[in-house]
């Protein structure tokens, strides 16, 4: 079974950089789609970037041309590189993993801990 650890979260300034990991143990990493979703403190969890099998991405609006998803099949790990943060970036980052993009976030996917990043001054 599939799990999945995330790292890399800290408290940074705002206009500063952080770059969260997320390792898979398990097999087959390289068929799963993969996805990055944060939630703040009373608000719901919302879906960051996603990343498929083949390497297709696709980002939230808030974030798009400030994080960059990514993925290295080797490591079993994927990535968000994310640039230029803002306070409203601050929330609890999950990573998920799902047999296809489709299905990532739903409860037949599977989810980490959570890493939490805080961008303030």
């Known amino acids: 079974q599939v799990q999945l650890v995330e790292s890399g979260g800290g408290l940074v300034q705002p206009g500063g950089s952080l770059r969260l990991s997320c390792a898979a143990s398990?097999?087959?990493?390289?068929?799963?789609?993969m996805g990055w979703y944060r939630q703040a403190p009373g608000k719901q969890r919302d879906l960051v970037a996603t990343?498929?099998?083949?390497?297709?991405?696709n980002y939230a609006n808030a974030v798009r041309g400030r994080f960059t998803i990514s993925r290295d099949n080797a490591k079993k790990t994927v990535y968000l590189q994310m640039n230029s943060l803002k306070s409203e970036d601050t929330a609890v980052y999950y990573c998920?993993?799902?047999?296809?993009?489709?299905?990532?976030?739903?409860?037949?996917?599977?989810w980490g801990q959570g890493t939490q990043v805080t961008v303030s001054s």
């Open positions: 998920n993993l799902a047999i296809d993009s489709t299905s990532l976030g739903s409860p037949a996917s599977r």
């Open positions: 398990g097999s087959n990493f390289g068929v799963y789609a």
């Open positions: 990343i498929t099998a083949g390497s297709r991405t």
